[in-house]
């Protein structure tokens, strides 16, 4: 099934994206059948593995030592069944969709590799390059976040424009660009896998660094969860630094914990952050906007 909203210079040169599977169907890279067919601008060739170089645009920037030593033995046992997605370049050429497969198959110690060779200019293949990685589900949510933030600066796009080119809500677009004001110690917890988009969000809230440095750490160490992160930002708000070891965990009284529940579901139901607020038997609940655009989206799903 062919998805929606991308942009303009993949749907051109990749007709059809897909999810990450094994060489037999779709390519390592989430790149479906399709997108290798050659074209009327494009050929089919045996290329030099030593020819070819990585996408200067690729927003991936860690490469999973376990699935990529899993596609170097399955390329050693069966070879390259899908080829890879390139363009010429001045003296060789460069990887549009493909780059897991060339570098196993560097370790397995191919010399060829199969290829369809396309043209595209500087421009078209930033845009390919970027669209077609936010694409798949294993890309990590640093490398997603700085992906928007390359396609906003090498473009002038807005975050509405960069959610409309890769199919994601603009508010969504809006969290994960926040990600990339943490601490690159931070950062780096959320690349390894140690933190999760989710906490990362939470914490992100928090305007004393070297607080939320100590807070990812604890996160970490002690296992919570999401909304667990959430209520200790939300108790310690932006309070002075204290000994991370004297923070008392947050008390969630059963209604609080009922309250909780209702705005994870709104949450989840508006694709923004929803705040639940009680004094005695009334209350009030908040939706949170980032622009008129995104009021006029709300305003649309409560039925207006």
């Not at 998805?3 to 890279?29: C, M, N, Q, V, W």
């Not at 196993?104 to 043209?119: C, E, F, H, I, K």
């Not at 200019?121 to 970027?130: K, T």
């Not at 969630?252 to 004094?279: C, G, N």
């Amino acid at each position: 099934m062919k998805k929606s909203g991308l942009g303009k210079g993949l749907s051109a040169l990749i007709p059809t994206a897909g999810a990450d599977d094994d060489e037999s169907g779709l390519t390592h890279d989430g790149v479906s059948t399709a997108a290798t067919v050659p074209t009327p601008d494009s050929s089919f060739e045996s290329v030099s593995v030593a020819d070819i170089e990585p996408n200067r645009y690729q927003p991936r920037r860690v490469f999973d030592d376990e699935s990529m030593a899993e596609l170097t033995a399955s390329i050693q046992e069966v070879g390259i069944l899908q080829p890879l997605l390139l363009r010429k370049v001045d003296g060789g050429y460069e990887i549009v969709a493909g780059e897991r497969r060339w570098r196993a198959a560097r370790r397995a110690g191919l010399t060829m590799v199969p290829a369809v060779v396309r043209a595209t200019a500087d421009r078209d293949s930033l845009e390919q390059a970027i669209i077609e990685n936010l694409h798949r589900d294993d890309l990590n949510p640093i490398d997603e976040a700085a992906a928007f933030h390359r396609l906003m600066d090498e473009f002038g796009l807005t975050q509405h424009q960069v959610a409309m080119r890769v199919s994601r809500s603009r508010p969504a677009v809006a969290n994960s660009l926040r990600l990339l004001h943490l601490p690159d110690d931070v950062q780096q917890m959320i690349m390894d896998g140690r933190l999760s988009a989710g906490h990362a969000r939470a914490l992100a809230g928090l305007g004393d660094r070297q607080l939320l440095e100590q807070l990812a750490m604890r996160v970490v160490d002690e296992g919570m969860s999401v909304r667990q992160t959430e209520e200790m930002v939300r108790t310690l708000g932006d309070v002075s630094v204290p000994d991370p070891d004297r923070v008392d965990d947050p008390v969630v009284k059963p209604q609080d914990a009922a309250f909780l529940e209702v705005e994870q579901i709104l949450s989840d139901r508006f694709d923004t952050t929803v705040r639940v607020h009680s004094r005695g038997r009334k209350g009030r609940i908040v939706v949170e906007f980032a622009d008129q655009d995104d009021l006029q989206r709300l305003f649309g799903l409560l039925g207006g």
